[in-house]
């Protein structure tokens, strides 16, 4: 059974109107939740409450340790279209990020048909830019998870395990189970992440833990079940030297 992890890599800042915690805040949250990491991950640019790319570039001012945290500089991508093209240049994803986060919002890009988004995450499993699958769940944004999932894994994609949802898209937890028993039966990691809007929810995990649990999912797939696994990973797949 999975109880506890050592990281949050999805959170969100008061950079967005929509978010209501300093970077500070963030950290001190993540420190109180028991957590040894956390990782900074806003909105991109064609979000219309998303950070200008100068604010990406820039997270490198942010300390790497912070009151004993592992601070991690992130985004959170908005796929553009449904060819999987994304809102941050390469430049800035490859040299100044340590991790990124690709999602469907429908503020950036408003649903298709099933066959729009599962050519968008087949892009997606494709690029070296995306890392983390974020949200996929969303019910609004449904894909032929069987033909994905698989690909998601032969590119070394994490697909991520939103608290979030459990809130906010409640529609989509029948979707998070189907994608989450079939990264159990081939093999894909996840990462569980809380999707924080507001500092109080940095590292709360109850319900994507509960879907994991209720499944035995193996915690040797989780990559930030203990920062072994997690460093591991983020040494593995690339980005800043």
Known sequence: MIKHLAADLHTHTDISRHAYSTVYEIITAAKDSGLMAVGISNHCPAHPDGAPEGHFRNLRVIPEWVDGIRVYRGAE???????????????????????????????????????????????????????IIGHSGTACY?????????????????????????????????????????????????????????????????EALSLLNSLDFPEELVVNADMKQLESWLFHKRRVQ
């Open 142 to 206: 449904e894909y032929d998870y069987e033909r994905v999932i698989p690909e998601f894994g032969k590119n070394g994609k994490v697909v991520e395990i939103n608290e979030g949802t459990f809130r906010v898209r409640k529609s989509s937890a029948d979707n998070c189970r189907t994608i989450a028993r079939l990264c159990m039966k081939y093999s894909v990691p996840v990462i569980v992440s809380s999707d924080a809007h507001f500092c109080r929810s940095v590292g709360v995990f109850e």
């Open 77 to 131: 991508l908005n796929f553009t279209n449904f060819e999987g093209e994304i809102d941050l240049s390469p430049d800035t994803i490859m040299n100044r990020l340590d991790y990124t986060i690709a999602s469907f919002h429908d503020d950036v890009i408003p649903p298709g048909s099933v066959k729009d988004h599962t050519r968008a995450y087949l892009h997606a499993a494709e690029s070296p830019l995306v890392d």
